[in-house]
């Protein structure tokens, strides 16, 4: 798959909306359970939807630093928390503990779970997507966020256009720290009054475009199928469940001093279960339709 | 029957008040201005930089409205929101992120409801064939196609009157083409009434019914588009005439007594009843340039140079490359084929990643395409000036490029030919042995071309430019190349470039090619037929 597919990927064309409440539900779910099993497979999905999503170079060009920040965070749990009954050796006369690895071990899924989600988040749910989520609250916020957006890699580019061709005319290769300050003092004055003289320009172009005569709205983009519906409905009646479930004290799990059995019993195996439907219901959802190309396909043959 | 009146301007005047240091500094940008615009016609306002035209043009929708002390009446049938501007500049119109909510943003902030939104969207865009932009970012459009977003945009709201201020004086003669291409459509199918103004007339004469000529703020010729390019002539100004197209100028040479032609076409048709009194003779310095040794010392030598912005592909591909000092070079060449990038290596600025490009200059001077990049400093003067410099230089490039006036304005607030001007003074004061120009001429008058070639002849440096003029580097480069797929498909001296191109080429040489006379520039025209 990766990301040339994915614009014929049933759970990409989803509503923003249906999309929005699935990663509350993944965020939520990451959030409150502490069992280091259902973090691991949260996590698993994760990285299964960014690669599915953003693709295999983008994944791994964002993993790299995921894994090092989960990892610095095990190391550093490892090494500070002394709690946890379980001594396994002595550090420089510290105790280093089972339990306390087996708790950096949790935080260090867990940090690297939002951060992977993150990851499908941005292709999922891009600007444009996102913003329509807010639109119809707050149309006129939201505009000028977009405009921003499309403002900060502009003035970024501009930023180093007017550094080179800066460089190139002014031919003074070697510069003092003195005089490197000041000309970054100078290029940051140009871009500004750059910047400030081409507002008035825009400003312009959205006056004259009626912008601020009457009530904004918001270019109607996205229709509710009815798979959005059932999708969304799922997702919410979900994370309905386990906030219950989590007032209830059932998504807890012992860490210190003595790291109680990974194991899932009654309902908490229920509840695992339905987590792990839910999370996983993009593939499924994937799955199925990549089935019904196939048939479609072998059906045309046939003919 | 008449063509009913939409607008009627009479007696008008305006006056921008300015306060410069506590005093009031009025500037009159319009006197008795009277002028009918009349429903279904494309009016063109013609003249040179700073006569008016923007004032007059923005005048005509409330909103857009310069701010200034108004005499005079306007009575508009047309109510303001029926009323569409599209400006110059491309960049500073599409304000979002995506091509798609830039085209919403008018129905957006008139409040339209749901079904309107999407039905005007969907008939537009198929109408213009633009579906494959729509989710695109607008930062990766080519110039035209930026400023057909911005027409599609406002024409969201069903205008009646398109205004339509310099809108090709910033793209590339093929984007121009496109775009006005759909300027006539808009016309012809619709019926939408067009105002425009233009300072570089070639591209859309043919479209104009009527012309109307200002010159320091007065309407001094309107009328028929023939009849008003035939007064031009007959002022007998040399700088009036350059304002008229080229095609233009070579029929009222030749006859001045038929209607003048406006397409190359016609003016081919024309001549052929009339034949050339004199053959044209090779000017003097042609025949110096054909006898350039192949010895002669390099500037630059770029041997088997690729080079590649993204993963996908080469922008630039084996290409080879020798460069003579004291050469003036133009690169030609479509959009995207490459040219920028080959000035950026040249320059330094990027790097090839296979090959070599060698250079051997000692001060080198590089004009982008976006001049805003340039300028550092808050007025002309003080971007001209540094150490050392030579004052005399700066005084008579000041009197020759005419900068006196706009010496102590800020560079940002000079118009796009204004920018250039001051751009090539601050390159030249530096002496430079090598110049760099990306697109130099974009809204040049034409007698200022010839003033900066001259001025860069004088300079002695070796000069590379990238250019779409063909006008431009027909009359002053000394060898031009074709860029072509990232690579050089063929180099030759100026002259012989044009004369053998059959499609690529002045609009003189399409004109005159079948009739197997040699000529390529107005000049030679000039000459043939017994002008001056």
């Known amino acids: 798959m990766g990301i040339h597919n994915r614009m014929i990927s049933p759970f990409y064309i989803s509503h923003p909306f249906t999309l929005f409440m699935y990663y509350t539900a993944l965020f939520s779910c990451i959030f409150i359970f502490k069992n280091p099993f259902i973090i691991l497979s949260l996590f698993t999905a994760c990285c299964l939807m960014a690669m599915c999503y953003s693709g295999m170079d983008k994944f791994l060009k964002s993993m790299k630093w995921i894994v090092l920040i989960g990892a610095a965070v095990l190391a550093l749990n490892i090494l500070l928390v002394h709690k946890g009954s379980s001594v396994m050796f002595y550090l420089f006369k510290n105790p280093i503990t089972k339990e306390a690895l087996i708790y950096g071990l949790y935080n260090m899924l867990m940090l690297m779970s939002v951060m992977t989600a993150f990851i499908s988040f941005n292709t999922l749910l891009d600007s444009s997507k ?164 196939g048939f479609v396909k072998l059906w045309l043959q046939k003919r | 029957m008449a063509p009913k009146t939409l607008i009627s301007i009479k007696d008008m005047g305006f006056t921008y008040e300015n306060y410069i240091q506590g005093k009031t500094r009025n500037k009159v940008a319009l006197t008795d201005i009277n002028l009918d615009i009349y429903e279904g016609e494309i009016l063109l306002v013609m003249g040179p930089s700073g006569c008016g035209k923007t004032t007059l043009l923005r005048s005509l929708k409330k909103e857009a409205a310069p701010y200034g002390i108004v005499t005079g009446s306007i009575e508009s049938i047309t109510d303001s929101s029926k009323i569409s501007i599209v400006f110059s500049n491309p960049e500073t119109q599409l304000v979002t992120t995506t091509v798609l909510s830039d085209l919403a943003l008018a129905m957006e902030n008139l409040g339209y409801d749901p079904y309107t939104q999407k039905k005007r969207m969907s008939e537009t865009v198929s109408y213009f064939g633009i579906e494959d932009l729509l989710h695109r970012h607008p930062d990766t459009l080519s110039g035209g196609q930026k400023q057909i977003v911005s027409l599609c945009s406002s024409l969201m709201v069903h205008p009646e009157i398109l205004l339509l201020d310099e809108p090709i004086s910033q793209l590339d003669p093929i984007s121009a083409l496109e775009f006005t291409d759909v300027l006539r459509r808009l016309n012809e199918e619709l019926g939408i009434t067009i105002v425009m103004t ?77 034949m050339p009194i004199n053959k044209p003779v090779l000017k003097e310095e042609d025949k110096e340039k054909d006898t350039v040794s192949e010895s002669s010392e390099k500037a ?3 041997r088997e140079l690729f080079f590649a912005y993204g993963k996908e592909k080469y922008a630039i591909r084996n290409l080879d490359l020798d460069i003579d000092k004291g050469e003036f070079l133009c690169i030609m060449g479509s959009n995207g084929s490459g040219k920028s990038t080959l000035l950026k290596i040249i320059s330094g600025i990027l790097k090839p990643h296979i090959g070599k490009a060698k ?16 300028f550092t400093e808050d007025t002309v003067h003080e971007q001209m000036s540094f150490k050392d410099m030579d004052e005399d230089l700066y005084l008579s490039l000041t009197e020759k490029l005419y900068l006196k006036e706009i010496l102590y304005k800020h560079p940002y607030d000079l118009s796009a030919g204004e920018q250039q001007k001051a751009v090539l003074a601050c390159m030249l004061l530096k002496k430079p042995d090598f110049i760099i120009l990306d697109e130099p001429t974009k809204s040049m008058d034409p007698s200022l071309k010839r003033v900066i070639s001259q001025l860069l002849k004088q300079s002695e440096a070796t000069v590379v430019c990238a250019t779409h003029d063909l006008e431009f580097a027909a009359n002053y480069a000394s060898r031009c190349v074709m860029l072509f797929n990232g690579e050089i498909a063929y180099s030759m001296d100026a002259r012989s470039f044009f004369k053998e191109n059959r499609y690529y080429t002045t609009s003189v040489n399409r004109a005159f090619n079948q009739i197997n006379a040699d000529m390529v520039l107005y000049e030679d025209v000039e000459n043939a037929f017994g002008g001056k």
């Open chain 1, 130 to 293: 996102f913003l329509y989520l807010f639109s119809n609250i707050l149309p006129k916020t939201s505009f000028v966020f977009d405009m921003a957006l499309r403002y900060i890699p502009l003035f970024k580019k501009r930023a180093s256009d007017l550094a080179a061709v800066q460089s190139v005319n002014s031919g003074k290769v070697n510069k003092s720290v003195r005089e490197k300050i000041q000309t970054y003092g100078i290029y940051l004055k140009a871009l500004t009054s750059w910047t400030l003289e081409e507002g008035m320009d825009t400003a312009l172009s959205l006056k004259v475009k009626n912008y601020g005569t009457f009530n904004k709205v918001h270019y109607a983009r996205y229709r509710y199928t009815l798979r959005d519906i059932l999708l969304l409905s799922v997702f919410m009646a979900f994370t309905l469940f386990i906030y219950i479930a989590a007032i209830l004290g059932n998504t807890g799990f012992t860490y210190y001093p003595v790291t109680a059995s990974v194991g899932l019993k009654d309902f908490n195996l229920v509840l695992y279960g339905v987590t792990v439907l839910v999370i996983y219901l993009p593939f499924i959802n994937e799955g199925i339709a990549s089935l019904k190309r």
């Open chain 2, 198 to 274: 233009e300072h570089r007339p070639d591209d859309v004469i043919s479209l104009a019914n009527r012309i109307v000529y200002m010159e320091r703020s007065k309407i001094v010729f309107q009328g028929d588009t023939r009849d008003v390019l035939k007064n031009l002539w007959e002022t007998d100004s040399s700088s009036i005439r350059d304002f008229l197209p080229v095609v233009s100028k070579c029929s009222l040479l030749i006859d001045k007594d038929i209607p003048a032609c406006i397409t190359p076409k016609e003016l081919k048709l024309m001549i052929k009843d009339y």
């Open chain 2, 359 to 374: 250079t051997s200059y000692s001060k080198i001077q590089y004009m982008p395409q976006d001049l805003n990049s340039f």
């Open chain 2, 300 to 302: 630059v030598r770029i």
